[in-house]
């Protein structure tokens, strides 16, 4: 029942959620987080258990803790604890995959990893050095030449984007907000938090209804 609870208490939370860039809980009132990604993803089990337990289980803890030389820094787009859970969940009892996962451990040690590959990017890209938008065309566009793209480790191809929002009804004179697109899958990736900075790098923070390993 207790099991039950939570899971429903979750899906609250997601379908509250929307693609707008929205701030969630990251753990931290500053950007700035004194430790490892792996330390700043451990220290909040609600927000990031299940990704924990996920990079854990691709054998990539090395990785989020800095000591793999030729990734001295990273960027992380990080998918939420409750995303790899509804992945779970998907699998469990909606077939989308041929096998049936009562757990993570119950995955195959490579498919962790390239799920969680797919969501990793060599070097620190924090928000501002992500480039604009242009504006007079579509992101997907062939004519689009803003942004900034990014191959992941997992071989997917993202563009992360700028726009100025609208302010009193002023066009391009709001906040900025950083946005995300896979190339590879062809869809906008809901993104909640970026810029949150540990010492080997930066995490931008996915939303709760991110549909994991779409990216």
């Not at 604009?132 to 992101?139: E, S, V």
């Not at 062939?142 to 009804?169: M, P, S």
């Amino acid at each position: 029942m207790k099991k039950i609870l939570i899971g429903l208490s979750m899906c609250i939370v997601c379908f509250a959620c929307t693609t707008k860039q929205d701030v969630i809980d990251g753990g931290v009132s500053s950007p700035y987080y004194d430790g490892t990604i792996m330390e700043y993803l451990r220290s909040n089990t609600e927000q990031w258990g299940y990704t924990v337990q996920m990079i854990e289980r691709a054998g990539l803890t090395d990785l989020f803790e800095g000591r793999v030389d030729t990734v001295p820094t990273m960027t992380f787009f990080a998918p939420p604890s409750f995303a790899v859970y509804r992945y779970l969940m998907d699998c469990k009892y909606k077939g989308v995959t041929e096998d049936r996962y009562e757990s993570i451990e119950d995955m195959p040690v490579e498919l962790c990893r390239e799920l969680i590959l797919k969501h990793v990017v060599v070097g620190k890209y924090l928000k501002e050095n992500i480039g604009f938008r242009n504006m007079d065309y579509a992101i997907h566009a062939k004519e689009q030449d803003g942004g900034t793209t990014f191959t992941c480790i997992g071989k997917n191809q993202v563009i992360a984007y700028l726009e100025r929002n609208t302010y009193k009804g002023i066009p391009e004179a709001g906040a900025i907000e950083m946005f995300l697109y896979s190339v590879t899958v062809g869809k906008m990736i809901p993104l909640a938090t970026p810029n949150i900075q540990p010492k080997n790098g930066v995490v931008h923070a996915l939303n709760y209804g991110y549909d994991f390993g779409k990216i």
